[in-house]
């Protein structure tokens, strides 16, 4: 059976809806997830979802980067926004982009179109980017969910939208400890050490 259009559309809203906060790292391929076992769990299906859930979480970014543009005067003390400013306009920020916005759990790709914002980068550069990310992300996530909580399910006979909900919780609290860590001061070590190891070897 093929999933309709209108859970087509509440699909792309919950991925969209759960990327628009910063930040947060809700596992929208989870409830994606949970659609595709209450609906069939068809190739045809699984295509729909990853390709839907992924656009619809790319797409959400651009609120993200409208933010850094309305926070651009309170964040511009921030120590965090001298090394985004930097990294963004490097050769390496593309990979960035397109790596961090894979990574399970890790929201860190709101940071740089936070940033993005901020420096007034490319906002049609970077979604050409995460969208195709977004999609591979779904497209590696879904059918590990899909066969993973099912198969979790069945052992421990707990409901899957109930392991959902509890994968969902961890993913939040881990974006909130994520947004609380001061990186400037983490890169500041790693740069403090790498110059005194190349002074060190140095006569």
Known sequence: M???ASIL???FAISFISNIIPFAGAPYTLIA????????????????????SGVGAALAKSLTYLLGIALRKPLHKNKNIPLLDKFIKSKYFPIALFITAILPGL???DYLYMGGGITRASLIKMLLITVPSKILKSAIEIPIELFGIIKISNITNINPLFLSIGLTILFIILGIVLIKIDWY?????????????????FP
Do not use: C, H, M, W
């Open 107 to 109: 929201p860190l790709d």
């Open 9 to 11: 559309i509440v699909i």
């Open 2 to 4: 093929s999933i309709s």
């Open 185 to 201: 001061s983490i890169y500041e070590k790693i740069a403090q050490k790498y110059l005194n190891n190349r002074r060190s070897n």
């Open 33 to 52: 997830t949970n659609f595709l076992i209450e609906f069939g769990k068809t190739t045809e299906n699984i295509v729909l979802v990853i390709l839907i």
